[in-house]
T-cell receptor
């Protein structure tokens, strides 16, 4: 699995977009980028994944740079319920290796 | 709703007393995983089953064992819990992925928090 680097914490104002960066400079060609989040005292929850192209679903958007060395998860209108630890994972195959993640605090 | 269920949510055991944590799923997924998550740390994979094939992570202590009697159920057995085994234990399931292809989404249960006295 490629190593990922994320800022340990970020704040975001409620209603504003939350942009969470992830660096994965050693990612290989067949490794996907996945994002999961973990709300306090719950199990992790899948958010989105991508390989090369930008992706969007009902939860978030994923922007992957052209060289694939970094990506950004965008929560377009953050709510208080989006307060969680967000994990960026880069790998191929069926295993998840969680790194430190970013603790996102959404504030009123 | 299809889901991953873990019982109990909180488990207290004594130092050295065997304990079993359970996980069940209604998703009919082939793959089941057990993770350990210590306080303020990220989840760490202990082992996983692909159907009945058991796959242990290299650094998972021998103190941790698992059983999967059927597709729906999976158990985590801790033979002699130590104080360092106090953690949240997470069960997850997924469909099998293809080698080199995108990983299938993992669905996590709410976890069982284990306290060792």
């Amino acid at each position: 699995d490629a190593k990922t680097t994320q800022p340990p914490s970020m704040d975001c104002a409620e209603g504003r977009a939350a942009n969470l960066p992830c660096n994965h400079s050693t990612i290989s060609g067949n490794e996907y980028v996945y994002w999961y989040r973990q709300i306090h005292s719950q199990g992790p929850q899948y958010i989105i994944h991508g390989l090369k192209n930008n992706e969007t679903n009902e939860m978030a958007s994923l922007i992957i740079t052209e060289d694939r060395k970094s990506s950004t998860l965008i929560l377009p209108h953050a709510t208080l319920r989006d307060t969680a630890v967000y994990y960026c994972i880069a790998n191929a195959g069926n295993m998840l290796t969680f790194g430190g993640g970013t603790r996102l605090m959404v504030k009123p | 709703d299809a889901m991953v269920i873990q019982n109990p949510r909180y488990q207290v055991t004594q130092f050295g007393k065997p304990v079993t944590l359970s996980c069940s799923q209604t998703l009919n997924h082939n793959v089941m995983y057990w993770y350990q998550q210590k306080s303020s740390q990220a989840p760490k994979l202990l082992f996983h089953y692909y159907d009945k094939d058991f796959n242990n992570e290299a650094d998972t202590p021998d103190n941790f064992q698992s059983r999967r009697p059927n597709t729906s159920f999976c158990f985590l057995d801790i033979r002699s819990p130590g104080l360092g085994d106090a953690a949240m234990y997470l069960c997850a399931t997924s469909r099998p992925g293809l080698a080199g292809a995108r990983q299938e989404t993992q669905y996590f249960g709410p976890g069982t928090r284990l306290l060792v006295l």
